[in-house]
Every structure is written in structure tokens, then in C-alpha cells.
């Protein structure tokens, strides 16, 4: 499992740029309905969380995941592969094979197999998505699999251009979309997608952009 809570590679310096920056750059009161828990999509000033890049001194201001209603694909699939064998029981396939047949067990234990992976490969791919937002820069991490992901990062002073859009009834319903971050880093163009409260994403940043260029 990729230890992306585990704050490591800690750098001299990085506690004395944080220091200069206000020690409450949020409002909590801008955002009465957001969440501290493990897995929530939209966490202001996260309690316990770290990544294995953080830097000494470094605060994280914004943890942000996909908005919980894009795991209703995955979770809706799972369950119509685990009613497969009971469908293909209800259509007398199994009952059609002769006797005694390990057939219908090998289908249906391997369908089971399919499904429970399927799963736990979209769990993992949402809960281990992840974007920050911290004192310093911006983290974009993308979890691949068990043992691969990809990290991108750009420093705050770097950022040029923030927007958002949202698309859709959902997106208007449950309040989620996407940001786009342009920078004058290695990375031009950083995207978070699907995340909830878009709009108020898009104003910290641009906050951030307000105070590095005063």
C-alpha cells in the first residue's frame, strides 16, 4: 500500500516560508459543513494527515478526494456481476449442464472473485486519490494500483490562473466538478477532478495568488 499519510523527506527552510505566511489562511467559518473524517472528499485543516513528501513546517490547508457520488458506478456494477450466477441459475444454464458438473461453482466463484476486485480496485482508486492543498504548494496524487502512483506538486507562488467548472444535473445537485490550476511550474496545467465545493477550491487558491503577488 503506498504510504501516502506518512510525511517523510522532510527539507530545512520550509518551516521558516510557513511561518511567514498567516497561521489561519482559511476561515473555518466558510465551510460549516465540511468534515474531518478519513473519508471525507472535502477536509479543511485535516487532523493526523500527512504525505510522504511534506516538508518540515508545512501545513495542510485542504485534503480533497472525488465527490462520493462518483463510487455509485463501481458500487452499482459490483452488485449486478454478484447477481450473475443467480441469474444464471434463474435461466436453468446451470440446470442444463449435466450431473454431477463443478461448472456452475467454478462460474460462480470466479464471478465472485471478479466483483470483490473490481471493487476493492475502485475503493482504493478513490480513497487514494488525493489532492492538497497546503501552505506551501499543491499535491496531486494519483494512486495506480497497489504498489504504483504518481505524485505532481507546484508551489503556491507559482500559480497563475485558477477556474472551475461544473457539469450536469449531479454535479449541480451534489455541488462537485473540476479546478483547473494554471502554473508557471514544470507542470502548466494541474486539474483536481470531481471534487466537491468547486467554487470555494477555486477561491482559496486564488486567495493564495492575491497574497504572493501583494
Partial sequence: MPDIFIAENKKEGASQISQDLPKEEVSQE?????????????????????????????????????????????????????????????????????SPSGFSLFVTLVTYLVAMTYAIEGFLGWYYDIYFVTTLRIVDINFYNMISKKVADAEVSKIQNTSYTTHGFLGAVFNYGNVFIQTAAKIPEFKFTSIPNPDKVAKILDDFMVKFQA
Fill in 30 to 98: 466558510e465551510f460549516s459543513n465540511h468534515s474531518r473524517h478519513i473519508f471525507s472528499a472535502f477536509s479543511l485543516y485535516p487532523r493526523g494527515v500527512s504525505f510522504e513528501t511534506q516538508e518540515e513546517g508545512e501545513k495542510i490547508i485542504l485534503m480533497l478526494r472525488r465527490h462520493p457520488i462518483v463510487n455509485v458506478k463501481w458500487i452499482v456494477i459490483t452488485i449486478l456481476l454478484l447477481g450473475v450466477p443467480t441469474l444464471l441459475n434463474d435461466l436453468g444454464i446451470f440446470s442444463s449442464l449435466p
